[in-house]
């Protein structure tokens, strides 16, 4: 058992918690505006291919960064544009968006790089592991923090600033109004789709940078469909969390748990395709016991009030 919980899983879990997290504040943010985003996943895979041809092609690993959430940000306008110009039902355009991400991505790969699956390149350097100088002294706490990329430092500071800006700035008061009456918000002056727009839009901006963490950070590689349903993962926290930032965090600190004790237990002489589907079944099963949460009962309400 002590080989099975020690202290690298929580240092595992923290690094594979960092696609999940930044995905679901993204589809927090959707959410809080009144739009249901279920194309997490295609963005995801849309900013992790990106930053690989970004490091391919541009040799600077934070000038990949920056390419990959600028590609998911012009990707994730046509989701906005669909959504709320054109009025079409964000479920059905998010399902469609996450086909056409791994279908570009898969057609992609094999254009630019000529090589089906997988590509890999031995000279790419990814994202620089850091460790905090004080932090990182302390016995524990350093084992469990440090040796991280610079993304999953970010992430955590995304939950404070968020948490920040719906408690304590008008700008967070005005999206949550647009998510929860646009009538009456519209009636107050607020310009609606301005801010669902933005909200897609940074959205779009966190889901490039956990594209990026996860075939930069983690990998140094991309795989066709390599997101492996991260990006649902990411829905189901932030309807676990009911879309507020510290809950949206223990629910996907609580999956990142599950994949880092899957990959974990394959070392245990398991089966691999058994350790595999360890966190699918514990998010089956976290929708099923928490079914009758608020957050699970609105979420597929948050775009009934904006149409």
Known sequence: MDQLFDLSLLNSMIRMVTPILLAALGGMLCARAGLFNVGLEGFVLVGAFSAIVGNHYLGNVWLAVLFAVVCVVMYSLLFAYTSIHLKANEIVVGISLNFLALGLTTFCLRTIFHVKG????????GLPKWDIPIISDIP????????????????????ILLHLFFRKTVSGFRLLAVGENPVAARSMGMSVPRYQYSAVIMCGVLCGLAGAQLSLGQLTMFAEGMTAGRGFIALVAMMLGQSHPLGVMLASLFFGLMDALSIRLQGFSLPTQFTSMIPYVVTFAALFFFKGKKGLGDAGKSSGSSR
């Open 140 to 159: 524990v706490v350093g084992n469990i923090v440090g040796g991280h990329s610079p993304l999953v430092f970010l992430t955590f500071l995304f939950v």
């Open 118 to 125: 997988a590509y890999r390149d031995n000279e790419m350097i």
